[in-house]
């Protein structure tokens, strides 16, 4: 290619991106992601910077940042390979394939940049006493390397198994969040066993992220691997071909054995003028791929816990059973925002008119979608840990808690509803979803308050207070049921 050619390629490469960028301010940028990175991160450079020396504090940020920063890269920051977000608009521009490919890298690129900084600046800049300037500028960069290379493997891996196991490629998400929270409580308690760790002296578990940690107490000439490394994976994102959606999935063996769910709620909860976005949400959300590969996978969380509690279980006795799941009765409620705010995701969103043009009221619509929501993902988890706490010979603690957690929850989904839901089911594409959640204001406070409640229900609610409780929540439900009833035939088109 001619000098004057490269040179009107990088320009068109240049436009695209900025294209892409302007798409991004106004679909919005992920604020509160980063904002949640960012604070986490502080506070855990803050409980180990006094008991790590510099080499161990930043193989911890370093291996914790690479599990946590996958996270995105297999959902929201993978999407942006599994759609093209400008669509027909810029397959229509006169580019070749290659810049659009370029300018979809760049957008990748700075995204991850954006989260690698939010991740590893506190961590540089409340690092132990000991660690140089020049290793605290170090840190950010070789983190950035190192999840560059991450990110890498894991886009790979989504090209190839999205379009051949997307059942897998769901479990590996899950096991990703499963190796967080796991890894997470292991580091935290074997906190003298890292502090003794040593260059070279690793072991095999952190030999790969060590190579990324060494050029920080041995100077730029142990660097190479990274900057390698950073080379090839540049050119490997390059080569990443763009992602073909499949639309939908093939009913499966879960939503028949959930049809005896929908049967009973549509005979004794659901209202006539809410049967229609109920039947919609119920069938149609679950067989989307991106709500699948965004929301399946935090279910890894409460079986991470119940993993480290049986591996525990030797230790602590039979309390911990109890404990175990008097806490996943309650805290499983805080998966709900994240699945709410993937309610409007549709990679079908034109289909939308049907619910914008239902002689339906907003009530009902609301109405459906929820009662949808609980049958079809809430309640089936709680069904779950109800066989799991009667075969963990539990029942006298089910008693107590099951029944009050599980209107609890249906309560916490009627109120978190109109705070995370921004549209109608089902009628938002998924380049212009905007699931950015208030985890400072929202979800952080309400996991913590649902441990306490959980802590205080275990301790304190009797069976016959339990029942008393259910009663009140039952009654409660039925008010607001009462309240939200509209005129069936206000419509939403427009």
Request: hydrophobic share 60%; net charge positive.
């Amino acid at each position: 290619m001619s000098s004057s050619g490269l040179r009107w390629s990088l320009a068109r490469t240049g436009h695209l991106a900025r294209a892409r960028f302007a798409l991004a301010r106004r679909t919005g940028w992920p604020v509160h992601a980063l904002a949640f990175h960012a604070g986490l991160a502080a506070v855990l450079a803050l409980l180990v910077r006094d008991a790590l020396p510099p080499y161990p504090y930043a193989l911890f940020a370093l291996a914790l940042g690479a599990l946590l920063l996958a996270l995105p890269l297999l959902s929201d920051l993978g999407a942006i390979l599994r759609h093209d977000e400008g669509g027909e608009w810029i397959a229509a521009l006169p580019a070749l394939p290659r810049e659009r490919t370029l300018a979809r890298a760049l957008h990748l690129l700075l995204l991850l940049a954006a989260f690698v900084l939010a991740w590893f600046v506190p961590w540089a800049w409340l690092a132990p006493a000991g660690s140089g300037a020049g290793a605290r500028l170090a840190l950010p960069a070789l983190g950035f390397a190192l999840i560059l290379a991450l990110a890498t493997l894991l886009i790979w891996a989504q090209q190839l198994l999205l379009a051949r196991a997307q059942s897998l490629f769901v479990l590996l998400e899950t096991a990703l969040f499963l190796m967080v929270v796991v890894v997470l409580l292991r580091l935290l308690g074997g906190l003298p066993e890292l502090a003794e760790l040593q260059p070279g002296r690793e072991g095999w578990a952190w030999q790969p992220i060590a190579c990324f940690a060494r050029p920080l107490v041995q100077g730029v000439g142990s660097a190479a691997l990274p900057l390698v490394s950073v080379m090839l994976c540049s050119a490997l994102l390059l080569a990443v071909p763009a992602g073909e959606a499949r639309h939908g999935q093939k009913r499966g063996a879960l939503e028949r054995w959930l049809e005896p769910l929908r049967w009973a709620a549509v005979r004794t909860w659901v209202r006539s003028d809410e049967r229609g976005t109920f039947e919609l949400v119920f069938r149609a959300l679950p067989r989307e791929r991106e709500v699948a590969l965004r929301t399946y996978p935090i279910l890894g969380i409460p079986l991470a816990f119940l993993w480290v509690g049986a591996s525990g279980a030797h230790a602590s006795g039979e309390a911990w059973r109890a404990d175990l799941l008097a806490l996943l009765c309650f805290t499983v409620s805080v998966y709900l925002p994240v699945l709410l705010v993937h309610v409007p995701l549709s990679e079908s969103a034109q289909a939308a008119w049907i619910l914008r043009t239902a002689p339906s009221s907003e009530s009902a619509l609301v109405g459906g979608a929820i009662k949808a929501v609980f049958v079809r993902w809430v309640l089936p988890l709680y069904l779950a840990l109800l066989m799991l706490g009667l075969a963990l010979a539990q029942a006298g603690l089910l008693l107590r808690i099951w029944l009050p957690a599980v209107l609890l929850a249906l309560l916490l989904l009627r109120l978190l509803y109109p705070r995370c839901v921004r549209d109608l089911p089902l009628s938002t594409p998924p380049e212009e979803l905007r699931a950015d959640l208030d985890w400072v204001g929202l979800v952080a406070p309400l996991a913590v308050g649902l441990t306490l409640l959980a802590v205080l229900a275990n301790r304190f609610l009797t069976w016959p207070v339990g029942l008393g409780v259910a009663a009140g929540l039952v009654l409660v439900e039925v008010m607001l049921e009462r309240g939200r009833r509209g005129p069936p035939d206000r419509s939403l088109g427009g």
